[in-house]
């Protein structure tokens, strides 16, 4: 619970009313620690070093200065993380995934600024950065940096049904594991035939639809994943089969084919009787 008198510092105050009180206030304002951020948001690619900023004023002595950076995680916002801090003139590191992985950029007195290397995925997340100075400042100033971790699209995965029937449709898919920020998918028709795009969409896992296969649909399809840092590529080819033409538009081709040699045959014998027949008479007739 506060007394009176702190809750009367608080309040906004005027000369008029309590210049006592207001000349405390602006004198205790006047000495607190000033915190700078000069770039509040940061984009770093997976496993390449950072610098995250944060910069400091004071007018007291130095010798119990003290520097707190935590994290709040954006996959665990609820759970924020001590990264390091300086307390009596020692650098603690704190017993953290980032162990072995941060240092102050320069001496704490001079600036607060650390460097994280080998950067993580799961060091995307805003971080503060806290400078405590007494008796400077009756409340601890407050920098805050948020950070992102890049990461290439991974190689995605294609799939789709091999075949199609014609006046049918078929699904062609895409999915991509990795790639901040979240991949671009893009399916097109490549050459052979005519290049074609198909569809576009952001997403970690695409799926595209063909409907009313024709025999141009057939061919090379490529599901390609793009972001800022890269982009990646694979391809599925899929087939489509005319109706009527399966297994059994075969049989039923040769069984026309045999069925119509036998008839030609039969035409041909007939034809062969009926000429011997007549032959015979004709003989008849010259002998008679
Ligand atoms: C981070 O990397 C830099 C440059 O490679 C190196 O000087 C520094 O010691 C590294 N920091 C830690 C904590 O490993
Ligand atoms: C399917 O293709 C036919 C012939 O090309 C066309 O007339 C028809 O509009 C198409 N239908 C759809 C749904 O695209």
């Known amino acids: 619970m506060m007394g009176p008198a702190q809750r009367h510092l608080r ?12 000349l405390l206030y602006c ?16 984009q770093v690619t997976r496993g390449r070093s950072v610098l995250l900023p944060c910069s400091f ?39 953290s995934d980032y162990l072995g992985r941060v240092t102050f950029a320069s001496q704490p007195t001079q600036d607060a600024s650390i460097v994280l290397n080998y950067s993580r995925v799961s060091d995307t997340g805003t971080y503060q950065c806290t400078v405590i100075n007494p008796p400077d400042g009756a ?21 789709s049904d091999v ?6 449709s ?30 576009t969409q952001e997403d970690y896992g695409g799926s595209t639809t063909l409907t009313n296969l024709t025999a141009e649909t057939s061919g090379l399809y490529r599901c390609t ?7 990646q590529s694979c391809t599925v080819e899929f087939h489509i089969r005319i109706d009527g033409w399966g297994a059994m538009g075969i049989i039923t081709a040769i069984t026309i084919t045999l069925t119509m040699g036998l008839v030609l ?3 041909f014998i007939l034809g062969l009787c009926l000429h011997q027949q007549g032959r015979g008479k004709w003989m008849e007739d010259v002998y008679r």
């Open 265 to 267: 045959l039969a035409l």
């Open 57 to 95: 004023r004071t007018t007291a002595a130095l010798n119990r200065l003290n520097i707190i950076w935590t994290v709040s995680p954006l996959l665990q916002p609820q759970q924020p993380l001590q990264v390091i801090s300086y307390e009596q003139g020692q650098i603690v590191e704190s017993l």
């Open 225 to 231: 994943v793009t972001n800022q840092l890269g982009s």
């Open 139 to 159: 409340t601890p100033n407050i920098g805050l940096v948020g950070l992102t971790v890049l990461v290439p699209p991974s190689v995605p995965n294609c799939s």
């Open 163 to 168: 075949h199609g029937h014609e006046g049918g």
């Open 27 to 42: 004198t205790l304002t006047a000495g607190a620690v000033k915190v700078v951020v000069n770039t509040p948001s940061i």
């Open 170 to 199: 078929v699904q062609l898919r895409c999915s991509v594991k990795e790639g901040v920020p979240t991949p671009r998918i893009t399916w097109e028709k490549i050459p052979p035939g005519p290049h074609q795009l198909i569809s």
């Open 11 to 22: 309040r906004p105050c005027t000369m008029t009313s309590e210049p006592l009180l207001c």
